[in-house]
């Protein structure tokens, strides 16, 4: 099995979050929270399932908790590495 890696892991997040908010600067992704872009719950999910289809990874959402919508996008990458390497 191939490691999962950073570039990978903002790659996934960059393609979701530019096609569902347009106004998203893919270089500005690892500054910015989940907050700061996505306002409905079933956007968040749409995200989550999104990056488990892309990356090859189950992400527990009650895992992550706060941090989902709290750390910036970059943070958030660094931790699906983890979980995504185990």
């Known amino acids: 099995m191939r490691k999962l890696n950073?570039?990978?892991?903002?790659?996934?997040?960059a393609e979701f979050l530019t096609h569902h908010f347009p106004e998203t600067v893919a270089g500005e992704l690892e500054r910015l929270t989940a907050s700061q872009l996505i306002h409905q719950s079933l956007e968040l999910v749409e995200f989550v399932l999104h990056l488990?289809?892309?990356l090859g990874i189950e992400i527990n959402i009650n895992d992550l908790g706060e941090a989902l919508i709290t750390s910036t996008f970059g943070k958030l990458a660094d931790?699906?590495?983890?979980?995504g390497n185990g």
Do not use: F, S, W, Y
């Not at 950073?6 to 997040?13: D, F, G, N, T, Y």
């Not at 931790?79 to 979980?83: A, G, K, M, N, S």
């Open 6 to 13: 950073r570039e990978k892991v903002l790659a996934a997040m």
């Open 52 to 54: 488990e289809d892309r």
């Open 79 to 83: 931790r699906l590495v983890e979980i």
